[in-house]
């Protein structure tokens, strides 16, 4: 069944994020690799969008729901200006220390362990879905 | 389960908890007081994100202008695949 809830758009909204999602892993009997991919997709998704959406103080909305043999995340970031996070370039996870830079990491994840991400922005709003099959 | 960061032994560093974006400011005060080489535990880690991975790649950089480095240590399944992912297992000695 899907869930969904409103966070307000602040980094310390990340602890009751934890709680919706375990909440919603509980009621699945899903295991502890699921919730650490759900939270390590959430956070990254929502701090960006707390980080770099900041002209709109609205809430985050964030829905899940099991689909077949998976979990489909999705966060709507409300009142925003056009941003494709999906067209930053990636980070080379190949270059050595000394050219390593903050930024970028977090959505190199998020690709990286995600088997479908799409971004759509319509009406000012920013709606990014994840979905993740799970063994 | 807040972040905590203790130090063990002179050159040995204990974290656990959870490491999200919310726990940033507390880890930069806490990793802003390494000076020298040092081991981070992660056995008690139980989550990390990529600000959490940020920071460490900042101390990494730090210490390493200085010639010293950061050894990480015991990290969870989960943690060891991320730092993977980044390529991070390639700027830190992880044992």
């Given at each position: 069944?899907?869930?969904?809830?409103?966070f307000?758009?602040?980094l310390?909204s990340l602890?009751?994020?934890?709680?919706?999602?375990d909440a919603f892993?509980g009621e699945?009997g899903l295991?502890?690799n699921a919730a650490?991919?759900l939270?390590?997709v959430t956070?990254?998704?929502?701090t960006?969008?707390?980080?770099?959406?900041?002209m709109?103080?609205?809430?985050?909305?964030?829905a899940?729901?099991?689909?077949a043999?998976?979990?489909?995340?999705?966060l709507?970031d409300?009142?925003?200006e056009p941003?494709?996070?999906?067209g930053?370039?990636?980070?080379?996870?190949?270059?050595?220390?000394?050219?390593?830079r903050?930024?970028?990491l977090?959505?190199?994840?998020?690709r990286s362990?995600?088997?479908?991400?799409?971004?759509?922005?319509q009406?000012?709003?920013l709606?990014?879905?994840a979905?993740?099959r799970?063994? | 389960?807040?972040?905590?960061i203790?130090?063990?032994?002179?050159?040995?560093?204990?974290?656990?908890g959870?490491?999200?974006?919310?726990?940033?400011?507390?880890a930069?005060?806490?990793f802003?007081?390494?000076?020298?080489?040092?081991t981070?535990?992660?056995?008690?880690?139980?989550?990390?994100?990529?600000a959490g991975l940020g920071?460490?790649?900042?101390l990494q950089?730090?210490l390493a202008?200085?010639?010293g480095?950061?050894t990480?240590a015991?990290?969870?399944?989960?943690?060891?695949?991320?730092?993977s992912l980044?390529?991070l297992?390639q700027?830190f000695?992880?044992?």
């Amino acid at each position: 069944m899907r869930r969904e809830r409103c966070f307000a758009k602040a980094l310390g909204s990340l602890r009751d994020v934890f709680d919706f999602l375990d909440a919603f892993v509980g009621e699945h009997g899903l295991d502890g690799n699921a919730a650490f991919y759900l939270h390590l997709v959430t956070e990254e998704v929502f701090t960006n969008m707390v980080k770099y959406n900041t002209m709109s103080s609205h809430d985050i909305r964030i829905a899940i729901d099991k689909v077949a043999d998976g979990v489909a995340l999705e966060l709507t970031d409300f009142d925003v200006e056009p941003f494709d996070p999906g067209g930053a370039a990636e980070v080379d996870v190949n270059a050595p220390l000394e050219r390593r830079r903050p930024g970028g990491l977090g959505l190199h994840l998020v690709r990286s362990m995600t088997d479908e991400l799409a971004y759509d922005y319509q009406d000012r709003q920013l709606k990014v879905t994840a979905y993740k099959r799970f063994a | 389960m807040m972040l905590e960061i203790e130090r063990t032994a002179p050159d040995h560093v204990a974290l656990s908890g959870r490491f999200d974006a919310s726990q940033e400011a507390k880890a930069r005060e806490a990793f802003d007081q390494i000076a020298d080489s040092c081991t981070l535990d992660l056995a008690e880690l139980a989550y990390v994100s990529s600000a959490g991975l940020g920071l460490l790649v900042a101390l990494q950089l730090r210490l390493a202008k200085k010639g010293g480095s950061v050894t990480l240590a015991n990290a969870s399944p989960q943690v060891r695949e991320l730092l993977s992912l980044a390529g991070l297992d390639q700027v830190f000695t992880v044992l």
